[in-house]
């Protein structure tokens, strides 16, 4: 997640903009940040009377911190497409939201492990998938830490966003976590991989064509080529995983029955997306295209 830089108003009033008016933005994003605790307040009753109240919740702060993770990524896409400059004022209250889930995923895994410190760095060294998530989790701290105003000037600004660029890396290793952990049914997380590989896509195509900026033309190809690459690395996915042909996954792409697949979840999500992206550029001037760095 590339935090940030703009200039905060100096007090935890995170309501306000930066020159300290009530933001119907800043506020609408807290809503989104404190609605997974809400739910977990209403489920408390279920999760204590769960096999293992730990464990879920657990599994609930890592899944929101990936949640949290992707929407951070969506911000500098979606500014542009929705014509929406505003919402690069909350790019850091994003990030320093999804550090939290992941420091909460962590407190509470060590909270399981009895507050043991030995057991708790045996555990991590000797699982891969809790490697990797460690690593991610470390990654995070790390944008966390330099998310400030004092850390953007004190490293300069190229080395700023060299380090944020680690934020791609970061997302792959919490989607790999992510994966090594889910036990049976892997649509969302395939879905989760299918939305950040388009996430990835817009920005390596803005890249190639030496804009920021994407056509809806270019929107439109770049959903249709996420959502095939979903379908088949599914494919891939579970045959390998369950050792059966690929072609017979395919095969079930188009049995609602069985379920709609993630890749078309993808789609419908990118063909949105095109639609946002065609009606602001009739009711929206797009602002003149510059030669950026993605």
């Given at each position: 997640m590339r935090y940030d830089a703009a200039v905060m108003t100096g007090t935890w009033e995170l309501w306000r903009d930066r020159r300290g008016r009530l933001s119907p933005l800043r506020i609408a994003v807290l809503v989104l940040l404190l609605l997974p605790l809400a739910k977990a307040l209403v489920d408390a009753g279920a999760i204590a009377g769960g096999a293992r109240p730990l464990n879920d919740l657990i599994h609930r702060t890592g899944f929101w911190a990936l949640v949290f993770l992707g929407v951070t990524l969506a911000v500098t896409p979606f500014r542009r497409i929705a014509r929406y400059a505003n919402l690069i004022d909350v790019r850091r209250m994003l990030g320093v939201g999804t550090f939290l889930y992941a420091a909460a995923h962590i407190a509470l895994f060590f909270a399981d492990q009895s507050y043991d410190v030995g057991k708790f760095f045996t555990e991590i060294t000797k699982r891969v998938y809790l490697i990797v998530g460690g690593i991610a989790f470390v990654g995070l701290a790390a944008l966390a830490v330099t998310s400030t105003d004092g850390m953007v000037r004190r490293l300069g600004g190229l080395r700023w966003r060299r380090l944020h660029q680690a934020t791609y890396l970061i997302a792959l290793l919490a989607l790999v976590h992510y994966f090594q952990q889910t036990k049976a049914d892997l649509t969302v997380a395939v879905f989760a991989a299918g939305l950040?590989?388009?996430?990835?896509?817009?920005?390596?195509?803005?890249?190639?064509?030496?804009?920021?900026?994407?056509?809806?033309?270019?929107?439109?190809?770049?959903?249709?080529?996420?959502?095939?690459?979903?379908?088949?690395?599914?494919?891939?996915?579970?045959?390998?995983?369950?050792?059966?042909?690929?072609?017979?996954?395919?095969?079930?792409?188009?049995?609602?029955?069985?379920?709609?697949?993630?890749?078309?979840?993808?789609?419908?999500?990118?063909?949105?997306?095109?639609?946002?992206?065609?009606?602001?550029?009739?009711?929206?001037q797009r602002a003149p295209r510059a030669r950026t760095a993605v």
């Open positions: 950040f590989l388009w996430l990835i896509g817009y920005r390596l195509l803005g890249w190639w064509q030496g804009t920021g900026e994407l056509t809806t033309l270019s929107l439109l190809a770049l959903g249709v080529v996420v959502s095939l690459l979903t379908l088949i690395g599914e494919a891939v996915g579970v045959a390998i995983a369950f050792k059966v042909s690929p072609l017979l996954v395919l095969e079930t792409a188009f049995d609602i029955e069985v379920g709609i697949r993630p890749a078309w979840q993808v789609l419908a999500a990118g063909l949105l997306v095109v639609a946002v992206d065609a009606v602001r550029a009739r009711t929206v």
